[in-house]
């Protein structure tokens, strides 16, 4: 397993200050951290449950090698306004916006998990503009033919998480109530992600998670339906760019990225780890 380069505690509450907020024309506000430097840019989108923190564990990476990381809160995530109407696609026009107010032309992007779909969608909807788009440890679809390499348990609990009356409320409510109680549940994670965990930290994944959900779980709930209760509506080889996949070998995913890496001839990268596994310097430095 790759070692990975964090910031400290102290280092983490400097940056939480340096939080900005852009207001669309709209009026909703996008929420997003931003590491500095006029280098290359990489707009990383979060996964669930989560926030433009997770951005943080590329700061250093990106300031050693002289690009720019900015991650911002999608609607209802950390400090972001939330709305009632929500597609993948309609992500890409507010990265689209804040991109035009920084007056930055071209941009790379890159998302775990969740954040995965979310790149493909700014990839697809902003054409020339993207210079390379990257799903780490992505989330699937279960309307895409690939859906069927995924194995049985896996898919049964991503219907269940997205259509039980419930089920994810209840599981997320406890993230938010008590983290660290619900944290417990990796230890039935993947080796490689409870070593991650380990060597990470609860008091980081615990504040990622306390800010992402800080409005609530409404944003969470709609991600899940949105990935795996309805189509994506994202066609593989709409992105006029080059797509990428980088996914952990202990990933439950790997089964779905390989059936679509074959059939659309997009790169596959297999890294060591788990779903948490992605955010390792080396990653970090081929995403720009």
């Not at 909703?28 to 923190?53: K, M, Q, T, W």
């Not at 950390?78 to 597609?87: F, I, L, N």
Request: proline letters at 6%.
């Amino acid at each position: 397993m790759n070692s990975i380069t964090f910031l400290s505690l102290e280092e983490l509450a400097n940056e939480v200050v340096e939080s900005h907020a852009f207001r669309l024309p709209c009026e909703r506000e996008i929420s997003f951290i931003d590491s500095g430097g006029s280098g290359p840019v990489l707009f990383y989108n979060h996964g669930g449950a989560s926030c433009r923190f997770e951005a943080l564990t590329g700061f250093a990476t990106a300031r050693e090698h002289g690009f720019r990381i900015i991650a911002a809160d999608r609607p209802g995530y950390g400090r972001s306004t939330d709305v009632e109407q929500w597609t993948l696609r309609r992500w890409a026009g507010d990265i689209a916006a804040l991109a035009d107010a920084l007056s930055i032309s071209e941009f790379a992007v890159a998302g775990t998990s969740a954040g995965g779909p979310y790149s493909l969608a700014v990839a697809a909807e902003l054409g020339v503009r993207v210079r390379k788009a990257t799903l780490i440890n992505t989330a699937g679809s279960p309307h895409d033919p690939a859906w069927s390499a995924v194995p049985l348990r896996t898919r049964l609990l991503c219907h269940a998480l997205a259509r039980t009356p419930g089920l994810a409320p209840y599981l997320f409510g406890r993230l938010r109530s008590d983290p660290h109680k619900a944290l417990g549940a990796l230890r039935r994670a993947p080796e490689a992600d409870k070593r991650l965990l380990s060597d990470f930290g609860e008091a980081f994944v615990i504040a990622f998670c306390r800010e992402g959900l800080r409005q609530g779980i409404q944003a969470t709930i709609r991600d899940l339906r949105l990935l795996y209760a309805s189509n994506w509506g994202l066609p593989w080889s709409e992105p006029r760019t080059t797509v990428r996949i980088v996914q952990g070998e202990e990933d439950l995913m790997l089964p779905f990225v390989k059936s679509v890496a074959r059939t659309h001839q997009i790169d596959l990268r297999v890294i060591p780890g788990g779903h948490l596994g992605g955010t390792t310097p080396d990653v970090w430095k081929s995403l720009i």
